[in-house]
């Protein structure tokens, strides 16, 4: 059974830091591209960010460019989002999911999410 398991969201004030993290097990993690994505209140599941399953490759939506950044550990099989420079609309639920591959944002599986919220 495949689980991944985001952890790091809280309260954070405008212009502070956070580091997500999203533990994986039950699938081959380094064969899997992974990916964040949020959901504000009222709003619809947006992607932030990929990297690939080797960690070579990254790419991010425009709202993140230059402040969020991507990393993995595939010997703790776990993927991180470092955002920093947080803004009043980064509050949102951020998921991460495994990708059916690095060139879509298509999700084979999902997290549950962790809360972000940015106090202005």
């Known amino acids: 059974q495949v689980q991944l398991a985001e952890s790091g969201g809280g309260l954070v004030q405008t212009g502070g830091s956070l580091r997500l993290s999203c533990a994986a097990s039950?699938?081959?993690?380094?064969?899997?591209?992974m990916a964040w994505f949020r959901q504000a209140p009222g709003k619809e599941r947006e992607f932030v960010g990929r990297?690939?399953?080797?960690?070579?490759?990254?790419y991010y939506a425009d709202s993140g460019k230059g402040r969020f950044t991507i990393s993995r550990d595939n010997a703790k099989n776990t993927v991180y989002l470092q955002m920093n420079s947080l803004k009043p609309e980064d509050t949102a639920v951020y998921y991460c999911?495994?990708?059916?591959?690095?060139?879509?944002?298509?999700?084979?599986?999902w997290g549950q999410g962790t809360q972000v919220t940015v106090s202005s």
């Open positions: 999911a495994a990708l059916v591959s690095y060139s879509t944002n298509k999700a084979q599986y």
């Open positions: 039950g699938l081959t993690f380094s064969s899997y591209a």
């Open positions: 990297i690939s399953g080797g960690g070579s490759m990254t």
